[in-house]
């Protein structure tokens, strides 16, 4: 009896002494954040003390007086109780030291679903266009350079000989404005550059050609005829100038006739009629002489107004020739930076693929007539090799444990788990907030996941990935012990318990 009293004394002794640790262990429970370590504090002492207590009974029991162990069958089975003590200690040793210190991982789960299009390509068409043939359908899978669609090539293809043809035209009659400009005898046409964009230009250089002369001729009929003009003012200044040298011999002639007379008649030998019919032919002939020499400045002048007027339609016909010359280049500079955009469109009358992959979302249908929108979408492409993202929905309550760049697991439930990978992947988007399902009302946080394409391809060829195929998702949140795991509720409840209300 004083053994047992000894034992209960070291048991009561033993507790007493981690009292204080399992009180603070249990602060930490009480405050929901317990560890590894508090949950050993609590449940060790109490194994130990319910094992200790245990011993202690059975040894009271065997010391009762009507207790009487059978000595022959205890010797008989003391090596397989032994035995299988020993086998129970171990294994509940080792299951309960694995259960309480080995790491688990810890993960918040979600439903998502596989889309691409964190890596599709939209295949879209810059100025639309008739639809003349459709040569993928949903689903197919194309390389780079495939031809997904072809266009009717008529529009484009008659804006762009339109456009050089107008080209054309426009070298040859800059080449003819510049040979004007500098009264070139011929024109120096650039038949190379004329013969990459028409393969017929000569009916544009010979009526080029003819314009040159007949303007030439034009501008050189309206020059001669001002020379002329003033070659026969000259010719009649020439005329009055023999005229009025004449006028001075008779002027002379007759100044000294007067003077003769003048001197009879002073001396009566002469009579005063005579006198004034001199006197008067002498003033006529001076007035005549006179109006001659008016008529000479006047013609003069008019020679100096025909000499300008041939200046003027020279420097009009050099003016005009220069406007159009400065007209005609910045058309031509015009027309050659728009030929590439409509080469460009003409050879984008077939749409083709820009990268391999899977079509997806085929949006037109109607072949040999159906109109593309400019800028419309046609069909979207998910590469091979792209990255593959899965859209998870995460409940309001594992929220605050998910973050961008942390690790995930997905797990495609189309398929066998037996022999397929898991996908690894880091959490590429988390949303600022929560949303609703349309359908159930149910509240979730839309979370991306991105998947490389080393993971996926590790699949294998067989293992096909579609838009849409259901997947799960675990967001690994850190370790924690199966002993945390399996007291966490009751942790959870005694928390909430021990609270004031």
Same mark, same amino acid.
């Given at each position: 009896?004083?053994?047992?009293?000894?034992?209960?004394?070291?048991?009561? !002794?033993?507790?007493? +002494?981690?009292?204080?640790?399992?009180?603070?262990?249990?602060?930490?429970?009480? +405050?929901? !954040?317990?560890?590894?370590?508090?949950?050993?504090?609590?449940?060790?002492?109490?194994?130990?003390?319910?094992?200790?207590?245990?011993?202690?009974?059975?040894?009271?029991?065997?010391?009762?007086?009507?207790?009487?162990?059978? +000595?022959a069958l205890s010797q008989v089975t003391r090596g397989p109780r032994l035995l299988g003590l020993l086998a129970a200690l171990l294994f509940f040793g080792g299951f309960g030291a694995w259960a309480f210190l080995a790491p688990l991982a810890s993960a918040a789960l979600a439903v998502g679903v596989v889309n691409p299009d964190g890596s599709r390509k939209t295949v879209q068409h810059l100025e639309g266009g008739i639809i003349?043939?459709?040569?993928?359908?949903?689903? &197919?899978?194309?390389?780079?350079? &495939?031809?997904?669609? !072809?266009?009717?090539?008529?529009?484009?293809?008659?804006?762009?000989?339109?456009?050089?043809?107008?080209?054309?035209?426009?070298?040859?009659?800059?080449?003819?404005?510049?040979?004007?400009?500098?009264?070139?005898?011929?024109? @120096?046409?650039?038949?190379?550059?004329?013969?990459?964009?028409?393969?017929a230009p000569g009916p544009l250089i010979s009526a080029q050609? @003819?314009?040159?002369? !007949?303007?030439? &001729?034009?501008?050189?009929?309206?020059?001669?005829?001002?020379?002329?003009?003033?070659?026969?003012?000259?010719?009649?200044?020439?005329?009055?100038?023999?005229?009025?040298?004449?006028?001075?011999?008779?002027?002379?002639?007759?100044?000294q006739e007067l003077e003769m007379t003048d001197q009879l008649y002073e001396r009566g030998l002469n009579r005063l009629p005579q006198v004034l019919g001199l006197q008067r032919g002498l003033a006529s002939l001076q007035a005549d002489q006179a109006q001659n020499r008016a008529t000479v400045a006047r013609l003069q002048q008019q020679i100096g107004e025909t000499e300008l007027q041939l200046v003027a339609t020279r420097q009009q016909g050099m003016e005009d020739v220069s406007s159009d010359l400065a007209q005609i280049r910045s058309e031509l500079a015009s027309m050659r930076s728009s030929l590439p955009e409509r080469l460009d469109a003409l050879s984008r009358t077939q749409i083709l693929a820009p990268i391999s992959g899977r079509v997806l @979302?085929?949006?037109?249908? +109607?072949?040999?007539?159906?109109?593309?929108?400019?800028?419309?979408?046609?069909?979207?492409?998910?590469?091979?090799?792209?990255?593959?993202?899965?859209?998870?929905?995460?409940?309001?309550? &594992?929220?605050?444990?998910?973050?961008?760049?942390?690790?995930?697991?997905?797990?495609?439930?189309?398929?066998?788990?037996? @022999?397929?990978?898991?996908?690894?992947?880091?959490?590429?988007?988390?949303?600022?907030?929560?949303?609703?399902?349309d359908r159930t009302g149910e509240p979730y946080f839309l979370v991306k996941v991105t998947v490389t394409p080393e993971d996926v391809s590790a699949l294998g060829h067989d293992v096909q990935i579609l838009s849409g195929m259901p997947a799960d998702v675990m967001l690994l949140t850190g370790e924690r012990s199966l002993a945390r795991y399996l007291f966490k509720p009751m942790m959870d409840s005694l928390r909430l318990s021990f609270r004031e209300s």
């Open positions: 009896m004083d053994r047992i009293k000894e034992l209960f004394a070291m048991a009561a !002794t033993w507790i007493g +002494t981690g009292w204080h640790e399992i009180s603070v262990a249990w602060e930490a429970v009480l +405050t929901g !954040t317990p560890g590894t370590q508090e949950l050993m504090t609590i449940l060790a002492p109490a194994a130990l003390a319910l094992l200790v207590l245990t011993i202690l009974a059975v040894r009271a029991l065997r010391r009762r007086p009507g207790f009487r162990p059978v +000595t003349k043939h459709i040569h993928v359908r949903e689903g &197919d899978h194309v390389t780079a350079g &495939d031809v997904l669609v !072809t266009l009717d090539t008529v529009r484009a293809r008659a804006r762009v000989e339109e456009l050089r043809e107008r080209l054309v035209f426009l070298l040859a009659a800059e080449a003819r404005l510049e040979a004007e400009l500098t009264s070139a005898p011929e024109i @120096n046409f650039p038949e190379e550059e004329m013969a990459r964009h028409s393969a050609r @003819n314009l040159f002369r !007949t303007r030439r &001729d034009t501008q050189a009929s309206r020059e001669h005829i001002l020379t002329k003009r003033m070659d026969q003012l000259r010719t009649e200044i020439g005329g009055l100038q023999q005229v009025i040298a004449a006028q001075d011999r008779q002027i002379e002639l007759l100044q @979302n085929l949006r037109v249908t +109607t072949e040999n007539g159906g109109v593309l929108e400019p800028g419309g979408d046609i069909l979207d492409i998910v590469p091979d090799d792209g990255r593959l993202v899965i859209d998870a929905r995460v409940r309001p309550n &594992d929220i605050e444990t998910v973050y961008p760049g942390m690790s995930a697991r997905v797990l495609l439930t189309a398929y066998s788990q037996r @022999n397929l990978p898991h996908l690894y992947g880091t959490v590429s988007v988390v949303a600022a907030d929560r949303l609703q399902d």
